[in-house]
């Protein structure tokens, strides 16, 4: 698992600021999908080489009473539980509170590293003389930052990466497919969670999971080792709930992170709902294997076409995942559960899948063949060669003459080729395209 660390604060310090100066020009390129919020408190970047996921978290007002406010003290507390790293960031504008000496405490009883960073120092040269008082925090050397212009920023990631775990510990040495359950709130997460705990289970152990709300439940059956990770159900928005809102899909998209496999659970009786289409969209960007899965099938009136009409309306609704399949269960009765553990380590086996480069360039020399590279002006596409780059999802490079020729229509046929080759079943894809005189960043 990456390294998380955490941008904690009181209101109004520029945590925002700072968090979008470290995402922005390393943020992760994921594709627009339909339905999936762009209002982001986390994302992936990288600063020397190491990989890790930047939070951003609510302004801690530490007396606050209010509804909003304490919500987002708790969730900030979250942030902190996990975070390899907390950055602490104050102001030099506002000087030191009672506030940051507050906030202070509450991080120093984490026993996590704590880098303290003085933000709006926006002049080079000779400090600002309030920046001295920040060593009253015992904190150790405070680090100068301008969130707005950039600078100090590259030292704040140098005191955060050396708290970073030895590269090799973070890849976790077990062997059981990691399944997060995800889905608006009374879509039976956790009736699913104890049906399959309750019934079959082989060895189980309740510790912790990443979040208040998530628990991970140890399982072993005949078709191998599970995790199941269940998650707090993504609220519908409000104008109230807005901040709730965003911090319900930070817990689902911690969840997601660290799982190999997504149930995305869906109720029978009111089919894709928009929530349904944000949750679907968050394992679709995070590249995570996933099984759509609906439930409370018992609950519905059924005929001989209602399977296929639900299909169909899910096909639709969610077009963007047609690689993922469709299961319909009952998480009360037991229905098709089992199907369920098939299905989790089919798709876990696909998103692993690794193909030779030889077999990869016989398909697209055939889908060349059938259909012609499209040309713009005279000038037509030429693919020289593909190879795979990465697993989880797989991850192929194809190299071309103009990358400007090669259209997205193109782009999708040569993937469903590869698709109809080599099922790939239940997993995204990522195609990146290089031209000629590209560096090869992999």
């Known amino acids: 698992m990456k390294p998380i660390v955490a941008i904690v604060g009181r209101p109004n310090v520029g945590k925002s600021m700072l968090f979008n100066k470290l995402i922005g020009r390393r943020l992760s390129i994921v594709e627009d999908t339909p339905g999936v919020t762009r209002d982001r408190i986390y994302g992936e970047t990288d600063w020397n080489g190491r990989a890790f996921t930047l939070i951003d978290t609510g302004g801690i007002e530490p007396r606050s009473d209010d509804q909003i406010l304490s919500f987002m003290r708790q969730q900030a507390q979250l942030a902190i539980d996990h975070a390899t790293v907390i950055i602490f960031l104050t102001d030099i504008k506002t000087g030191l509170t009672a506030s940051d000496h507050e906030v202070a405490s509450m991080l120093q009883r984490s026993g996590k590293p ?84 309750g019934e079959e289970r082989v060895i189980v152990s309740d510790v912790a999971g990443t979040t208040r709300d998530a628990i991970d439940s140890r399982f072993e059956n005949k078709y191998g080792k599970f995790v199941f990770i269940d998650t707090a159900g993504m609220r519908k928005k409000s104008k109230v709930d807005e901040d709730i809102e965003r911090y319900s899909v930070l817990r689902a998209t911690m969840a997601i992170e660290r799982s190999d496999v997504c149930l995305i659970l869906i109720d029978a009786r009111d089919g894709v709902t928009e929530q349904d289409t944000k949750v679907a969209g968050l394992a679709h960007e995070a590249g995570k294997a996933s099984i759509i899965v609906v439930n409370k099938w018992d609950l519905v009136d059924k005929d001989d076409k209602t399977m296929d009409r639900l299909t169909a309306d899910i096909r639709r609704d969610l077009g963007y995942m047609m690689y993922a399949p469709i299961v319909f269960i009952s998480a009360m009765t037991g229905q098709r559960v089992e199907k369920l553990f098939e299905m989790i380590v089919a798709v876990s086996n696909q998103a692993s899948m690794r193909i030779t480069t030889g077999m990869l360039n016989n398909v697209l020399v055939d889908a060349q063949t059938r259909v012609q590279p499209p040309t713009d002006k005279g000038r037509r596409l030429k693919i020289y060669y593909m190879t795979q780059v990465g697993i989880r999802p797989p991850h192929f490079v194809v190299f071309c003459n103009e990358a400007r020729l090669f259209h997205f229509s193109y782009q999708r046929y040569l993937e469903n080729c590869i698709r109809s080759v080599f099922g790939l079943t239940g997993t995204p894809i990522i195609l990146s395209i290089r031209q000629k005189g590209d560096k090869e960043d992999f």
Not at 130 to 157: K, M, Q, R, W
Not at 186 to 192: E, F, I, T, Y
């Open 114 to 197: 704590i880098v303290l960073a003085v933000n709006k120092m926006d002049s080079t040269g000779v400090p600002d003389p309030d920046y001295y008082e920040f060593y009253n925090l015992g904190l150790g050397d405070p680090i100068a930052v301008s969130a707005v212009h950039g600078h100090g920023t590259g030292d704040l990631l140098d005191a955060c990466v050396r708290y970073f775990p030895p590269e090799q510990e973070e890849e976790e040495d077990d062997d059981s497919i990691k399944v997060a359950l995800i889905g608006k709130p009374n879509v039976g997460k956790s009736s699913l969670t104890n049906r399959i705990l």
